[in-house]
C-alpha cells in the first residue's frame, strides 16, 4: 500500500492549503461517510481507517476545535461566520456547514479518498452534500453506520472518567489508571463528566436516533448504507468494516 502523508492543516485552515506528497491507496479510493452513535467507537475506526486504507480523516468537529486557535488573518468566511455563532451559544446552520465543506472541495478531491466524520447531521445537510459531489463529479462509496446495543453504550460511556486539570481521559476496565480515580498524568481527582452519566447518555441516544433516523433512511434509499455492528474489539470491527466495503459492488 501506498503511503499518504497526512497533512491535516489543508482541512483545518481551508483552500489556501494544498496537500503534498499525495498518492492514492492500492485498495481505494474510498469516499465515505461515517456515522454512529456516541460510544461505539467511530474515531477509532476512522484512524484506522486513516492508517491503513489510506483515506484523508475529515472532521467537521476538527475544523471547528481547531478554528478557536486560529489568528483572524487564518480564518476564512465560513469559520469566521461558524465561530460567531457558537460564542453566541447557538447552533452552526446546515447553510454554515455547507460554506465550510464548500471551502475545502480540494480535499474531497483527494486521490486517496476520504472519510467525512461529523457531516452530513441532517437530511438537507445530505443532499446538498449529494449535490455537491455530483457537481465535481465524485460519488459516494458507502455510508458507514456503526450500530450497538444501548445498553453497552450506556456501560462504555458511563465507564470513562476525566481529568478535570489536564482533560486526560480513562476508562475503569479498558484503561484504568494507576491508583483508582486518580489520573496518572498530575494526580488529580478524576471525575465523571455529567454527559457520561446514565441518565444523560440515554437522553443523548434518543436524540442521536431521532435526528439521524431520517439520514439512515435516505442513504437506504441511495442504497449507500452500509451497517456495522461496533462490538468486539476495534481490530475485530475494523476488519469487518473492510469485509463489508469490499462486498459491495
Given amino acids: 500500500m ?7 492543516a489543508h482541512w483545518l485552515k481551508g483552500p489556501a492549503v494544498t496537500r503534498q506528497d499525495l498518492r492514492a491507496t492500492a485498495r481505494g479510493p474510498y469516499r ?4 454512529g452513535a456516541p460510544g461505539v467507537g467511530k474515531g477509532t475506526q476512522a484512524e484506522l481507517m486513516n492508517e491503513r486504507l489510506g483515506v484523508c480523516h475529515l472532521s467537521t468537529g476538527d475544523v471547528f476545535r481547531a478554528a478557536k486557535d486560529l489568528s483572524a488573518a487564518e480564518l476564512t468566511p465560513a469559520l469566521q461566520e461558524a465561530l460567531d455563532y457558537m460564542r453566541r451559544g447557538e447552533l ?9 465543506v464548500r471551502e475545502r ?3 474531497l478531491r483527494c486521490p486517496g479518498g476520504f472519510l467525512l466524520d461529523g457531516f452530513p447531521r441532517t437530511v438537507p445537510q445530505a443532499e446538498a452534500l449529494t449535490e455537491l459531489l455530483r457537481s465535481e463529479r465524485l460519488q459516494l462509496d458507502a455510508v458507514l453506520d456503526y450500530e450497538m446495543p444501548i445498553e453497552q453504550i450506556v456501560a462504555r460511556l458511563s465507564g470513562r472518567r ?5 482533560r486526560a481521559v480513562f476508562h ?6 494507576k491508583v483508582a480515580e486518580v489520573c496518572d498524568n498530575c494526580g488529580s481527582p478524576l471525575a465523571i463528566r455529567e454527559d457520561d ?5 440515554r437522553v443523548r441516544m434518543a436524540a442521536y436516533e431521532k435526528s439521524t433516523a431520517p439520514l439512515s433512511e435516505y442513504y437506504r434509499k441511495l442504497g449507500l448504507l452500509v451497517q456495522v455492528s461496533a462490538e468486539g474489539a476495534p481490530e475485530e470491527i475494523y476488519q469487518r468494516t473492510v469485509q463489508a466495503l469490499e462486498e459491495r459492488p
Avoid: F, G, K
Avoid at 2 to 8: G, P, T, Y
Avoid at 32 to 35: K, P, T
Avoid at 197 to 201: F, G, K, V
Fill in 2 to 8: 501506498a503511503i499518504i502523508q497526512r497533512n491535516q
Fill in 32 to 35: 465515505l461517510v461515517l456515522l
Fill in 92 to 100: 452552526v446552520p446546515d447553510s454554515t456547514v455547507l460554506a465550510l
Fill in 105 to 107: 472541495m480540494r480535499c
Fill in 162 to 166: 476525566t481529568c478535570p486539570n489536564c
Fill in 172 to 177: 475503569v476496565t479498558t484503561r484504568p489508571p
Fill in 197 to 201: 452519566r446514565p441518565a444523560s447518555i
